[in-house]
């Protein structure tokens, strides 16, 4: 039985994140997304970054957000990898 988890980026798992990120695009850089994420960056209204794993096992980075000029609108974007990234 496959059983997914997901943990909301923070601070004790950024690094994880950007990893699992530049796993999967290695010429892109989301940390300061991430951390805009984490620290509620005024420009966006809602931003919200989960790491998503398989059995414990991180696979991939999954986010939502929207922006305040666009009050009806918001984005989901996905990262994931069918390599395992290593803790």
Known sequence: MVIFYKYEV????LDLAVKIQNTIFPLEDGKQNYIE????????KE???????????PIGVVGLYSYNEYPFDAWLNSDFNEIYVEN
Do not use: A, E, K, Q
């Open 10 to 13: 923070n601070t004790s798992n």
């Open 47 to 57: 931003m919200i970054n989960f790491i998503v794993c398989d059995n414990g096992v």
């Open 37 to 44: 994420g984490i620290t509620r960056d005024l420009y966006r």
